[in-house]
């Protein structure tokens, strides 16, 4: 399930990062955690995957006019249907049934009714005196008191940082508000009943859903905050905060406890970057690579050159390296420099890169390229290879960094065990779990090229690549039930339903997503720079299904019913190297015929050959589907009334698939 922080206008971004920050921390595994925009809350059908919807802080006029009617009656809809909500400061003043903050103040002053309603009275601030608008001169600690009866498992005082939020006033009056902690210190606000208890924190039923909301920011931690010399007062905000931060983290461990979310129980840190191991098939290839990157772009400061949004320093790789991680020290992943070890005369050991076996991945990318009639040759994908244990992006580092995107070979793939900043459609960014294969390859195809490849199918063709990787990564493994839903996600039945007969018209959710693909496209002197990113889960544990459990549930289902088959566990080198010698085949055909000879093949890979779907925009018309038209992947759709078809664009909509749901993406 997903924990989706909003990332909009009304938050900044301070207040979102260290909630995607926090909550990864506290909730990985389980859940998967990433930002979304407005856009996404109002014309994408998240609900249904969504465990927790968080605001966090800034200022809230702008969801006032953002969110109005049709975002609001969404998040009201999904709480009080079993969602959960989080709202933190602002987010917090928003979810209220009134705002009233800095009231008096002529240059400060928001009040007024809100939409949500979460909390039935009135959210009053600021708690604390000095707050400013976008920046920390404000920024104080404050010191709260645990609600014994709400968490009996802690008990003392929490500091956290405050900056603007406020308190909830006559919290004790609502039958369906728990008050989890009180503002110990004297505070600038006052509840208007006198037995009222400056609630801080409060946990609210609405419906059969449930939301949380603090007036402070346990949520933010003190590794993250940066001091600013032009305020000196902050430098000792920080230090305070962190003389106290395992009672704040154990405080928003157990709040989370309390609305019913699965918490990670450990001390867990996000991992820091790791060094990228750039290497070719003949070696020569990644060391043309570094000269042409040290004579064309430079180096700035001793082996440091800027390729455009991130800096890389560049090393060689020499036998009985070792490198040391300094996890005690927190980093910025985003401004890190990015350290590149060429691999020149031979690729690292399995002590250097302990869950991706380089040596085992080039193998079988040299059987797989011979075994399918190819050659690999300069330019072919996979054959120029870099890979990081933990690294940002795999996609990210090649499409946003302008300076060295053209200049990278054809071909070019890069993958990592963790990404800490995965992205997504529509914005989105998570930490992806290890036993998650993150890829990013580099294709060039001139733009003349496209009468005949319309480059909207690089996505279909990723998705069919991988998918026949599956099938075909051993005998026996085209047993496995895999499928592709349109245009290009990967989706596989689900472990509980391996071995059983499902009804054609059943409305269970019988298959769930175990991949992605998302293009990235750039342009330079006439040639289109394409970066396809792909996600598989192969071997992770949660939060959601992957390859090796359901082969597993099918190891199991063999045993039942007494078969001798056995499936081996896939290996993430291997499965990649087959989809990159796949996509090489696929692609290479693909740019002299286009995509008709792939139809059929399409056709036998998804799931919705005749499947009945209802288009929201087109006045809820019930429509079957027949297929995608060869010369631009529209979806095709046919009104069992009138016979009129519709055609659908792979970009443009979204496509709730076990309700049978689509509707266009604004």
Known sequence: MNVLVYSGPGTTKPCVSQCLDTFRLLLSPYYSVSSVNERVLKDQPWESKTAVLVIPGGADLPMCQLFRGTINQ???????????????????????????????????????????????????????????????AG????????????????SGPVHLYVNGGGMFVDAHKFPSVEILATYSDKINVQDDDVRGRNAAAVLCTVGRGKALLFGPHPEFSPALMKEDPDIPSFTQVIKSLKATDKTRVEFLRLSLKKLGLRVNEKEFKRPNLTPLF????????????????????????????????????????????????????PEDPE?????????????????????????????HLVEFYKSSNQELLPGSIGYTFMYGEVLTSTSVLMDSNFRWLPLLPDGF?????????????????????????????????????????????????????????????????????????????????????????????????????????????????????????????????????????????????????????????????KLLAKYLSNFNAMFEKFK???????????????????????????????????????DWGMLMAKDIKTGNVFQLQPDGNSFDMFNGLISQKR
Not at 141 to 149: A, G, H, R
């Open 74 to 136: 969404k998040i009201k809809d999904f709480v009080r249907k079993g969602g959960k909500f989080i709202g933190l400061c602002s987010g917090a003043y928003y979810s209220s049934s009134r705002c009233e903050f800095e009231v008096g103040n002529p240059e400060m002053e928001v009040s007024g009714p809100r939409e949500l309603k979460f909390y039935p009275g009135i959210c009053r601030g600021s708690a604390i005196k000095g707050f400013h608008y976008a920046s920390d």
């Open 139 to 154: 920024a104080r600690v404050v010191e709260v008191s645990i609600d014994s009866k709400a968490i009996p498992e802690m």
């Open 278 to 329: 750039l290497s070719s098939i003949d070696n020569k290839t990644a060391e043309d690579l570094v000269l042409n990157l040290e004579s064309t772009l430079h180096y700035q400061i001793q082996n440091i050159i800027d390729v455009g949004k991130d800096k890389i320093a560049v090393n060689r790789f020499h036998e009985g390296l070792h490198y040391r991680n300094n996890e005690d020290a």
């Open 335 to 363: 401004l890190a420099i990015k350290k590149i070890y060429l691999c020149s005369n031979e690729l690292p050991d399995k002590i250097l890169t302990p869950d991706f076996d380089m040596k085992y991945f080039r193998n």
């Open 413 to 573: 793939v890069i993958t990592g065990t963790v990404q800490v900043l995965g992205k997504g459609r529509s914005g989105n960014h998570w930490v992806n779990p290890k036993g998650v294969l993150p890829n990013s390859l580099l294709l060039k195809l001139p733009i003349k090229s496209a009468e005949i490849a319309p480059v909207v199918f690089v996505q279909y063709l990723s998705s069919m690549a991988y998918t026949h990787a599956i099938l075909e990564y051993d005998i026996g493994y085209d047993e496995i039930p895999v499928k592709i839903k349109w245009p290009n996600d990967i989706y596989v039945k689900s472990p509980q339903y391996i071995g059983k007969t499902i009804e054609k018209n059943s409305k269970e959710i019988t298959h769930v997503k175990i991949g992605g693909i998302l293009v990235n496209i750039n342009i330079f002197e006439g040639v289109q720079h394409l970066v396809v990113g792909a996600g598989l889960n192969v071997s992770n544990k949660a939060p959601t299904t992957s390859l090796n459990t359901v082969i597993k549930a099918m190891n199991k289902h063999y045993e039942l019913v007494g078969s001798e088959k056995r499936l081996d566990l896939i290996r993430e080198e």
């Open 592 to 630: 002299k015929f286009g995509f008709k000879p792939f139809l059929s093949d399409y056709y036998k890979l998804w799931l919705h050959s005749n499947q009945i779907v209802t288009l929201n925009d087109e006045g809820n018309v019930k429509a079957e589907i027949f297929g995608i038209t060869s």
